[in-house]
């Protein structure tokens, strides 16, 4: 089974970037959720690159080889929570989630 | 109306049965799949199984002699069944809507129900 490795935590101000990484030997296509404090996850990310409609521009996701990375720019309070990567696992024949990164926006 | 909408029992004792109802009232049955994916307290998400409108399961490997999926298409509802409970199966329990074609190509988890508590306490 593969593991994705995220940051615990990463903290920016407000109105700046924060990226947020996810690395694993099995990444192949990258998909992101964010999970806001007492909700539940939503899909920010699919295929690496592609937001579900309603997704903010302020989001944006990248991938080179085994390696992704989730891009917020113009960091609002109201983006505080966890996110998370996630991505097929052949092994499993299901998705395999990352540890989860809490973001803080000082 | 929410578009998922879950319940069940929310304590249970050691080797009990977990049991846990999905219902989807939103879009083509037909076209989605739904996973099952837990969230231990303070920790990250497990995806547990997923099914389609024909009962096709998956289960992941190292809870599958415990896991059983269902389906119930004329009442659009999805069920979970976890037998043999311990504490480690404490954790907020999902059910998910998924678009995917069943071989990994892609898995898009589009919506996520609000999440039911299973307490495993003697």
């Known amino acids: 089974q593969s593991v994705l490795t995220q940051p615990p935590s990463v903290s920016e101000a407000p109105g700046q970037r924060v990226t947020i990484s996810c690395s694993g030997s099995?990444?192949?296509?990258a998909y992101w959720y964010q999970q806001l404090p007492g909700k539940s996850p939503k899909l920010l990310i699919y295929f690496d690159d592609l937001k579900p409609s309603g997704v903010s521009d302020r989001f944006s996701g990248s991938r080179s080889g085994t390696s992704a990375s989730l891009a917020i720019s113009g960091l609002q309070s109201e983006d505080e929570g966890d996110y998370y990567c996630a991505t097929w696992d052949d092994t499993l024949n299901g998705p395999v989630f990352g540890g989860g990164t809490k973001l803080t926006v000082l | 109306q929410e578009q998922l909408q879950q319940w069940g029992a929310g304590l249970l004792k050691p080797s009990e049965t977990l049991s846990l109802t999905c219902a989807d009232y939103?879009?083509?049955?037909?076209?989605?799949?739904w996973a099952w994916i837990r969230q231990s307290p303070g920790k990250g998400l497990e995806w547990i199984g997923d099914i389609n409108h024909t009962g096709s399961t998956n289960y992941k490997p190292s809870l599958k002699s415990r896991v059983t999926m269902s389906v119930d298409t004329s009442e659009r509802q999805i069920s979970l069944k976890l037998t043999s409970v311990t504490a480690a199966d404490t954790a907020l329990y999902y059910c998910?809507?998924?678009?995917?074609?069943?071989?990994?190509?892609?898995?898009?988890?589009?919506?996520w129900g609000q999440g039911t508590l299973v307490t495993v306490s003697s």
């Open positions: 998910a809507r998924v678009l995917t074609d069943g071989s990994g190509t892609y898995y898009n988890i589009v919506y």
């Open positions: 099995g990444l192949n296509a």
């Open positions: 939103r879009g083509s049955f037909a076209d989605f799949y």
